[in-house]
């Protein structure tokens, strides 16, 4: 079972939008950081958006004001919208949490697959 699947990305032309979804499965009992990360080739791996189990947000300067990050705690899902999309922000979007399942004492992280997201100018 994998623990953390992504959907949304896709292909879509600059100053568009699009919502990530990121769900979690297992016996989970809380969830505290879930956030978004992205990796275009060649480059480091980044923080875009991040949200803690109170609600919480941090997002990198590069995105603030255009990207939103939210999470349904009763769905186990964190959401990124992305509005206002520039050709920079195209990169492998991945997903991450710190999830604590039952029979743990302590949270594990778990990363998504990852989807690709491309911006055309």
């Known amino acids: 079972q994998v623990p953390l699947v992504e959907s949304g990305g896709g292909l879509v032309q600059a100053g568009g939008s699009l919502r990530l979804s990121c769900a979690a499965s297992?016996?989970?009992?809380?969830?505290?950081?879930m956030a978004w990360y992205r990796q275009a080739p060649g480059k480091q791996r980044e923080c875009v958006a991040r949200?803690?189990?109170?609600?919480?947000?941090n997002y990198a300067d590069s995105v603030k004001g255009r990207f939103a990050i939210s999470r349904d705690n009763a769905k186990n899902t964190v959401y990124l919208q992305m509005n206002s999309l520039k050709p920079e922000d195209t990169a492998n979007y991945l997903c991450?949490?710190?999830?604590?399942?039952?029979?743990?004492?302590?949270?594990?992280?778990?990363w998504g697959q990852g989807t690709q997201v491309t911006v055309s100018s």
């Open positions: 991450y949490a710190a999830i604590l399942y039952s029979g743990y004492s302590y949270p594990t992280s778990h």
């Open positions: 297992g016996r989970i009992l809380s969830i505290n950081a």
């Open positions: 949200i803690i189990e109170g609600g919480g947000t």
